[in-house]
């Protein structure tokens, strides 16, 4: 059977202290690559997973309350750095784009939304309901920018929880986007609100988007967690901790699964300049 085109991307960067992402790490600036993937599917076309930033995060974070989000977080981002600009270069038009799946919320995973008017969006129940509840202040506390959401995207959403349900014997909650096995979206829960994985099966190998379920590599490798301030932001500390146990499981009856953090740079940095044919 026909499998996955795969190709990772990267749009803006932040920074981010490396004590701050993993316990143990170096007192020092790092940058945190907000990286996204383009996935061709044999039968449903081109997909993103997640979008990274675009220069909207100024625009939005020029006022209060959301420049207190660009005031705790330096963010990078280029013209040309930007998805849809990326795929334009490819060949590849904005509508062509007819599948997104949304990870989580956070403003460094959804920047591009807009850019994108012929996807359905996937993601699910849970950070959508948050989306919807969460206005001003509240909103900015859990990492939105709402004005990054299209105006229309009631009528485009796809709950992930109206997929297939299907068993992982690693994970609590899982689906299969599109019946065929493909694509498996799989909940990673506890940094942001209802987050979401996927488990791809490409022509290559298989690959795991796991977002922020951990920021670097060595956290699912080595179980190693966060420094217990990113606590204040995150949704449950307890579900995050169960969820990357489940990775480093996963990870260790698997070494051949290929584990992709949005914003570990050791691990996009050798596969982001990959070319494929489309
Ligand atoms: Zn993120």
């Given at each position: 059977m026909s499998r996955l085109k795969f190709k990772l991307m990267r749009?803006?960067?932040c920074d981010a202290h490396e004590h701050h992402a993993i316990r143990g790490g170096r007192k020092k600036k790092i940058a945190f690559d907000a990286v996204f993937a383009l996935i061709k599917h044999p039968q449903e076309g081109f997909i993103l997973f997640d979008t990274g930033y675009t220069k909207r995060f100024y625009e939005e974070t020029s006022h209060y309350p959301e420049k207190i989000y660009a005031n705790f977080t330096k963010v990078y981002i280029n013209p040309e750095e930007e998805a849809v600009q990326q795929l334009q270069k490819l060949g590849i038009a904005p509508t062509e784009i007819k599948h997104l799946i949304i990870s989580h919320f956070h403003a460094d995973h959804v920047g591009g939304l807009k850019d994108f008017?012929?996807?359905t969006f996937y993601c699910s129940a849970e950070a959508?309901?948050?989306v919807k509840q969460k206005n001003g202040f509240a909103a900015v506390r859990k990492g939105l920018l709402k004005g990054l959401i299209p105006a229309d995207f009631d009528e485009r959403v796809y709950l992930i929880d109206q997929c297939k349900k299907i068993n992982n014997p690693y994970f609590e909650v899982a689906y299969d986007l599109f019946g065929d096995g493909l694509i498996q979206l799989i909940g990673l829960n506890g940094h942001g609100a209802g987050q979401f994985g996927a488990l791809l099966k490409t022509n290559e190998k298989d690959i795991f988007l796991v977002a922020d379920a951990c920021w670097l590599s060595r956290s699912y490798q080595q179980l190693i967690l966060p420094h217990p301030i990113v606590r204040l932001?995150?949704?449950?500390w307890q579900q995050y901790?169960?969820?990357?146990?489940r990775l480093h499981k996963f990870h260790k009856d698997h070494p051949e699964v290929l584990i992709i953090p949005t914003h570990c740079n050791a691990t996009s940095s050798k596969i982001i300049s990959t070319q494929i044919a489309w």
């Amino acid at each position: 059977m026909s499998r996955l085109k795969f190709k990772l991307m990267r749009a803006g960067y932040c920074d981010a202290h490396e004590h701050h992402a993993i316990r143990g790490g170096r007192k020092k600036k790092i940058a945190f690559d907000a990286v996204f993937a383009l996935i061709k599917h044999p039968q449903e076309g081109f997909i993103l997973f997640d979008t990274g930033y675009t220069k909207r995060f100024y625009e939005e974070t020029s006022h209060y309350p959301e420049k207190i989000y660009a005031n705790f977080t330096k963010v990078y981002i280029n013209p040309e750095e930007e998805a849809v600009q990326q795929l334009q270069k490819l060949g590849i038009a904005p509508t062509e784009i007819k599948h997104l799946i949304i990870s989580h919320f956070h403003a460094d995973h959804v920047g591009g939304l807009k850019d994108f008017p012929a996807a359905t969006f996937y993601c699910s129940a849970e950070a959508y309901n948050q989306v919807k509840q969460k206005n001003g202040f509240a909103a900015v506390r859990k990492g939105l920018l709402k004005g990054l959401i299209p105006a229309d995207f009631d009528e485009r959403v796809y709950l992930i929880d109206q997929c297939k349900k299907i068993n992982n014997p690693y994970f609590e909650v899982a689906y299969d986007l599109f019946g065929d096995g493909l694509i498996q979206l799989i909940g990673l829960n506890g940094h942001g609100a209802g987050q979401f994985g996927a488990l791809l099966k490409t022509n290559e190998k298989d690959i795991f988007l796991v977002a922020d379920a951990c920021w670097l590599s060595r956290s699912y490798q080595q179980l190693i967690l966060p420094h217990p301030i990113v606590r204040l932001f995150f949704e449950s500390w307890q579900q995050y901790k169960e969820n990357l146990d489940r990775l480093h499981k996963f990870h260790k009856d698997h070494p051949e699964v290929l584990i992709i953090p949005t914003h570990c740079n050791a691990t996009s940095s050798k596969i982001i300049s990959t070319q494929i044919a489309w």
